[in-house]
């Protein structure tokens, strides 16, 4: 919001390798040319420019979807074997939500065509990997192999949206609009107190940009500091612990002009289903 939720950036697991989560950097210029690798025998080229290579097939069936959480082992090398990374090593997979752009873009692309129990290696040129500029221990326009195991895949909850039928809207000085669905019996959050919210996130049209339920992780902030959307810090300013609601906050309480990214376009009025768990 207004720092934070997108809460794909801030409000989901917190990571711990060094190097995958970082999003392929452009040249100064803006552009970046193809990096040309020749498939090795056995290998398919994607047009992205991605090659790949199973491995080893595993006993599943499925592959994952964008929004499923995925558990990844894998190895991360240089053209010439040298190791850079490794989960292995760390004794723990990778966990991470396909298609939300939390890792490169070589790896979205290639873990979504593994079934789970795959092996694979993928062989990943800068313009989907980590672009043109120094990344921790990885030189600009490097090609990397990933050597990969799906661990696991855990299809994301699909939210269902709370029923406001038969409910008074709310509207304040702000143009905030909210409807209390279910009201809880706690305190209402004071400025500055840490609170923790499931929310789904929804346009006008019904569709979902963001959802703390279908990750299965509530989002935790400090209300009133300004590290939501203006929208989030009144209501949750408003509502009691525990309460269940529905906010239609207006663009300006929201991302305003800019929007956000890619996803939200600018001057959008959003949606959100909340419920304030608890606060401290």
């Not at 292995?88 to 789970?116: S, T």
């Not at 799906?150 to 909850?157: E, F």
């Amino acid at each position: 919001m207004k720092k934070i939720v997108l809460l794909f950036a801030t409000g989901s697991i917190i990571f711990t390798s060094c190097s995958l989560f970082k999003k392929s950097q452009t040249a100064e210029n803006g552009k970046q040319e193809k990096t040309q690798v020749s498939a090795p025998d056995g290998f398919t080229a994607t047009p992205s420019g991605l090659k790949y290579k199973i491995t080893n097939k595993g006993t599943g069936t499925i592959k994952p979807n964008a929004g499923d959480k995925v558990e990844v082992h894998y190895t991360g090398k240089f053209l010439n074997d040298t190791v850079f990374d490794s989960s292995y090593k760390r004794g723990k997979p990778l966990p991470f939500y396909i298609g939300k752009g939390m890792v490169i873009k070589g790896w979205d692309e290639g873990i979504a065509m593994l079934n789970e129990g795959d092996k694979a290696t993928f062989i990943i040129p800068p313009e989907i990997g980590y672009g043109a500029r120094q990344m921790g221990s990885i030189p600009p326009n490097s090609t990397l192999v990933f050597d990969v195991e799906l661990i696991k895949i855990t299809p994301k909850i699909k939210p269902a949206a709370f029923d406001t039928k038969g409910k008074d809207t709310v509207t304040t000085a702000s143009g905030l609009k909210y409807i209390i669905v279910q009201e809880g019996t706690g305190r209402v959050p004071f400025q500055g107190a840490q609170v923790t919210v499931h929310y789904t996130g929804f346009f006008k049209d019904g569709n979902v940009f963001d959802s703390s339920v279908e990750r299965g992780n509530p989002f935790t902030f400090s209300v009133g500091k300004g590290q939501v959307i203006k929208g989030w810090d009144e209501a949750c300013q408003t509502l009691k612990t525990g309460t269940k609601a529905r906010l239609l906050i207006p663009w300006n309480l929201a991302y305003g002009e800019r929007g956000m990214g890619q996803v939200i376009p600018p001057k959008s009025d959003l949606i959100f289903d909340i419920e304030i768990i608890e606060y401290k």
